[in-house]
């Protein structure tokens, strides 16, 4: 299973991005997938996520401003992210747990000047 994420970059304070995650090696089956974001000196935190129910779960700092969706027919999992703010600068992740194993794609750097 490979996730392949893309779609970081440089923005200013306010302005979007969208970040992408495609998956290839497997069925478009999960207990969860998603994103996760790591700032310098930071742990690891959950930003957004599909459980296998369908439903979302949000990292409280980023409701109302980041959503995310998926394409089945593509494999992919998106993150719209707007109204971006200097703390959102981090290294997203995109992630898929299936049972007893987790994958994870290979980061891309966010980075929101002030």
């Known amino acids: 299973v490979q996730l392949q994420a893309c779609g970081g970059g440089l923005v200013q304070t306010g302005g979007s991005l969208r970040l992408s995650c495609a998956t290839s090696?497997?069925?478009?089956?999960?207990?969860?997938m998603g994103w996760y974001r790591q700032a310098p000196g930071k742990q690891r935190e959950l930003v957004a996520a599909f459980t296998s129910s369908g439903s979302t779960n949000y990292a409280d700092s980023v409701k109302g401003r980041f959503t995310i969706s998926r394409d089945n027919a593509k494999n992919t999992v998106y993150l719209q992210m707007n109204s971006l703010k200097p703390e959102d600068t981090a290294l997203y992740y995109c992630?898929?747990?299936?049972?007893?194993?987790?994958?994870w794609g290979q980061g891309t750097q966010v980075t929101v000047s002030s």
């Open positions: 992630f898929m747990e299936i049972p007893f194993k987790n994958y």
């Open positions: 090696g497997s069925s478009f089956s999960f207990n969860r």
